[in-house]
């Protein structure tokens, strides 16, 4: 089993960044791919960045590119977002998730076997 746990969220003003982390358990962490999504209020969850299980590969969601980095720690069994240039409609609860299957990074929630609890992002105007 794949525990996930993510930290790092809050509130910041527009144009202001953030950093998210996911601290997984499990020793097998480092070879899934791992993603992040958000979800708004009454809205679905969405992808949002995902990584490769070496962090060769990343996929982002256009809404994100150019201002969201993933990366990860495989010895911290850690993987974070860093957002910047933060926008109103970046407002939701991230998640993290973990893709027992694939080793390169999807953008499917389906494809994903484990959930983090998910961490609220707020940016005001």
């Known amino acids: 089993q794949v525990q996930l746990v993510e930290s790092g969220g809050g509130l910041v003003q527009a144009g202001g960044s953030l950093k998210l982390s996911c601290a997984a358990s499990?020793?097998?962490?480092?070879?899934?791919?791992m993603g992040w999504f958000r979800q708004a209020p009454e809205k679905e969850r969405e992808f949002v960045a995902a990584?490769?299980?070496?962090?060769?590969?990343?996929v982002y969601a256009d809404s994100v590119k150019g201002r969201f980095t993933i990366s990860r720690n495989s010895v911290k069994n850690t993987v974070y977002l860093q957002m910047n240039s933060l926008k109103p409609e970046d407002t939701a609860v991230y998640y993290c998730?973990?893709?027992?299957?694939?080793?390169?990074?999807?953008?499917?929630?389906?494809?994903?076997?484990?959930w983090g609890q998910g961490t609220q992002v707020t940016v005001s105007s």
């Open positions: 998730a973990a893709d027992a299957l694939h080793s390169m990074p999807t953008i499917g929630l389906g494809g994903y076997d484990y």
């Open positions: 499990g020793r097998i962490f480092r070879n899934y791919a």
């Open positions: 990584i490769s299980w070496n962090g060769g590969s990343t």
